[in-house]
Nanobody, 125 residues
Framework: QVQLVESGGGLVQAGGSLRLSCAPS????????MGWFRQAPGKEREFVAA????????SYADSVKGRFTISRGSAKNTVDLQMNSLQPEDTAAYYC??????????????????WGQGTQVTVSS
């Protein structure tokens, strides 16, 4: 399994933007499908976005489509989540995850083998 480390969370006002980044610790993850999930207090972990190993395919939850963009870094060794037009309902802990599944891009947590510790995103109204 690959160790993952997220960064970039914080506090932002509604309508603002944040960029999350996920990097591996100790090895690369260019052969994995990568995903972002989020979990608000008292709620189940939910899918946000996923990107294929080579970055050619992406998938988004309907709630973030058009506002969030998942991408692989220029060196292909990070996975970023650009979040624009943030709303209070986007407040959650955001988790990066790695999966061996290829197509279709997995959207359920059980199909991801490795997880980061999470980074908090708080959007104030």
């Amino acid at each position: 399994q690959v160790q993952l480390v997220e960064s970039g969370g914080g506090l932002v006002q509604a309508g603002g933007s944040l960029r999350l980044s996920c990097a591996p610790s100790g090895r690369t993850f260019t052969t994995y499908t990568m995903g972002w999930f989020r979990q608000a207090p008292g709620k189940e972990r939910e899918f946000v976005a996923a990107i294929s190993a080579i970055g050619g395919s992406t998938s988004y939850a309907d709630s973030v489509k058009g506002r969030f963009t998942i991408s692989r870094g220029s060196a292909k060794n990070t996975v970023d989540l650009q979040m624009n037009s943030l709303q209070p309902e986007d407040t959650a802990a955001y988790y990066c995850a790695a999966s061996f599944y290829i197509e279709p891009l997995p959207t359920t947590p059980t199909k991801y083998a490795s997880w980061g510790q999470g980074t908090q995103v708080t959007v104030s109204s």
